[in-house]
């Protein structure tokens, strides 16, 4: 069995899902481990498949444009003890890994998500990246990559296909319920943060992948 599991949602970021998994791989290689690496992909997704098997990942097809179950979709797939769900615009840290083991063998968190980095700075992009820290900081929710227990995951039921947005903070919001009730806390990582692509086209995409 995997220690760690990475799904990787790759609905419409088929330029950016190369860079991603090789950031997964050096994540992996930085505490000498393989992770099971599962791509989720809407349709026949053949450029995919590809940049999935350059790195030996699984794909998994989806015919919904969900992100939440597409997220549900590579979890069923995982045999990994430990979760990490992560979109393919998004880059990992070389450290996550290493800050997820480390977290977790205290017994004092249940998970978590991390803290966002913007590839490149502009005016607008720089507000957008603000405000996502705003919200950020005033909810404790974090966001851009979410990771737990695999026990955890299936506790809290995984993601609810039901939320139609924002569904990533609300699988935050009863993951830290969850942990509550458990004795543990919450907590983003901001040794390991994401870094997110900045290749969409508008401000306002770019925005959105931010703060969803």
């Known amino acids: 069995m995997a220690r760690f599991s990475v799904v990787v949602s790759a609905l419409d970021e088929q330029a950016d899902l190369g860079r991603s998994l090789r950031a997964i791989c050096r994540a992996a290689q930085a505490i000498s481990t393989v992770a099971e690496v599962i791509v989720v992909v809407a349709g026949g997704g053949v450029a995919h498949a590809r940049a999935a098997a350059s ?9 919904r444009s969900s992100i939440s179950a597409a997220r549900n979709a590579g979890a069923r797939a995982a045999s990994g003890q430990i979760l990490v769900t992560i979109d393919a615009d998004r ?5 996550a890994f290493a800050e997820i083991e480390r977290l977790l063998a205290t017994g004092c968190y ?7 980095h913007a590839e490149r700075h502009t005016l607008a992009i720089d507000v957008a990246l603000a405000v996502s820290k705003l919200t950020t900081y005033l909810n404790g929710l974090g966001g851009g990559m979410y990771w737990c227990r695999r026990d955890d995951f299936d506790a809290i039921g995984g993601f609810d296909e039901r939320v139609v947005t924002v569904d990533d903070f609300d699988f935050a919001r009863r993951l830290r319920d969850h942990g509550l009730r458990t004795g543990r806390k919450f907590i983003n990582l901001r040794q390991a943060p994401v870094t997110t692509s900045c290749r969409r086209g ?5 925005s959105y992948a931010l703060t969803r």
């Open 55 to 63: 790195v030996g990942a699984t794909v998994v097809t989806t015919a």
């Open 91 to 95: 880059l990992m840290s070389p450290v």
């Open 202 to 206: 508008s401000t306002r995409q770019f």
């Open 110 to 116: 249940v998970g978590g998500g991390a803290i966002q």
